[in-house]
């Protein structure tokens, strides 16, 4: 894989989560950022070059060496810097320019400056791709985690292993052959705080959760056995009205019956006014009684989304904690939670700890923007989300090492790599042993978070 020269300006959780995955995949990178402390962090954890100063200044662009830099990733809090950046990075040369914007105003249909006239080619929103996020996850299982891949015709599934399931305490070579009029690969699990690769002898336990890969046609079919049949659900709380909270508000509440808490008196009254048709609570999510009285008992899906990362985390265990002991209903145990962890250290963490999805937006909006820079190398890619993993589409190069020899005789796969699927003449298979990648083919892979450069070496010639 060739080296890139890449510049990213700030060091925010965007800034500093890119400049960290990139290094590890080997890339040149140089970073611009004003604020010292954040700068002596970066010095001591991210191998690359770090110059404490203005972004605006010329004199720090030409100490980057920016008329070498391939490509410019804007990430700094306000977005007029970022859109002059890449207006100054066009007039450096540099081919590719990437910009983190919170402002509506450059998407308006009347706007009179379009995205082409800042000289920005892939335009960033965090908020707005985690809301989003939110609201697919709500409106596809409630809160399972469902990923899409090869146009459609593969999905990615998550599902919690209760004690109960006819899955818990058994090896997945032992469930394969369960089942085995239905294709599908487990691919992935977190334990605890732990994500593994499995193997066939993997022994899946209660509590575990697990990615799936099977067909569209026989996912469905997957989950009614393991899981029963899944219910859509309706009744969903928002805990916090803030930029991302209020968005999903908005996306779901003509579909949805949508409660939203928010804590500032001032803040709930405003959103009374913007959001018509969703339920607007003042009280603190933190405190038990405002959950029950805002009828958590209830709700199908509840999402943690103030700005406060520990509030979110405990809001998702007191939620779980009294649908568990004061639940009534028939549904209560199904219901699910979902936390907005803006603090990468705490994804797992929240994920053990009772959150069914912890979603990072500076994670996802940096996953984003790994995809625009890896277009052409890697066909799609995406995190799954609470486990330290990716699931990547590649195709295999000629003469590559994945197409030497077959997938269980591929000793670099071992505990790092797993390929789920392939297209082979038009049909999407589940991959097997005795599978032998060929070249030109098509494959969906998963892999540890680390593990990309080896997943690219084993692909890419």
């Not at 993997?202 to 959760?209: A, F, S, T, V």
Request: some cysteine; aromatic content about 4%; glycine content about 6%.
């Amino acid at each position: 894989m060739r080296s890139e020269k890449i510049l990213i300006l700030g060091l925010g959780g965007v800034g500093f989560y890119l400049a960290k995955e990139l290094v590890r995949q080997g890339h040149d990178i140089t970073i611009i950022e004003h604020n010292p402390d954040l700068v002596r962090q970066a010095d001591s954890e991210i191998d690359a070059r770090i110059i404490l100063g203005d972004v605006m200044s010329f004199d720090y662009w030409k100490r980057a060496n920016a008329d070498h830099i391939e490509h410019l990733i804007a990430v700094t809090d306000n977005d007029s810097v970022n859109i002059m950046a890449c207006m100054i990075a066009d007039r450096f040369g540099i081919k590719s320019k990437v910009a983190r914007i919170r402002t509506l105003e450059i998407w308006e249909k009347d706007s009179i400056l379009r995205p082409e006239d800042h000289k920005i080619d892939f335009i960033i929103r965090p908020e707005e791709l985690t809301a989003q996020e939110i609201a697919r996850l709500i409106t596809l299982r409630a809160g399972n985690v469902v990923i899409d891949m090869a146009e459609g015709a593969m999905k990615l599934t998550s599902m919690r292993i209760p004690a109960d399931s006819p899955l818990a305490g058994k090896k997945i070579l032992d469930v394969s052959r369960e089942h085995k009029d239905v294709f599908f690969r487990i691919v992935a699990i977190a334990r605890g705080i732990t994500t593994i690769i499995p193997s066939g002898d993997q022994e899946l336990l209660p509590g575990d959760q697990i990615f799936f890969m099977a067909t569209s046609k026989d996912s469905p079919m997957l989950m009614e056995r393991t899981e029963g049949k899944a219910q859509r659900k309706h009744r969903t709380m928002i805990l916090g009205g803030g930029l991302i909270g209020r968005r999903v508000a908005q996306l779901l509440e003509k579909s949805h019956d949508v409660r939203l808490v928010e804590r500032e008196e001032k803040r709930a009254e405003a959103l009374t006014n913007e959001l018509a048709h969703t339920q607007i609570l003042h009280g603190d999510a933190s405190h038990a009684a405002t959950l029950e009285q805002a009828g958590v008992l209830d709700m199908n899906s509840i999402i943690a989304a103030t700005n406060d990362n520990e509030t979110n985390i405990m809001s998702c265990i007191l939620a779980k904690h009294l649908l568990k002991t004061q639940g009534q209903n028939g549904h209560s145990g199904d219901s699910k939670t979902i936390a907005l962890v803006n603090k990468e250290e705490y994804l797992v963490l929240a994920a053990s700890m009772g959150s069914d999805v912890a979603l990072n937006s500076k994670v996802i909006a940096g996953n984003e923007i790994l995809k625009y820079l890896r277009r052409g190398k890697l066909l799609s890619m995406a995190r799954l989300h609470g486990f330290d993993a990716e699931v990547v589409e590649i195709k295999a190069d000629h003469r590559s090492p994945i197409t030497k020899k077959p997938l269980s005789k591929q000793d670099q796969l071992r505990d790092k790599i797993i390929i789920g699927a392939y297209l082979r003449d038009g049909e999407w298979q589940i991959a097997v042993g005795d599978t032998q990648i060929q070249a030109q083919e098509r494959v969906i892979a998963i892999c540890g978070s680390a593990n990309i450069t080896d997943l690219q070496d084993l692909f890419l010639h």
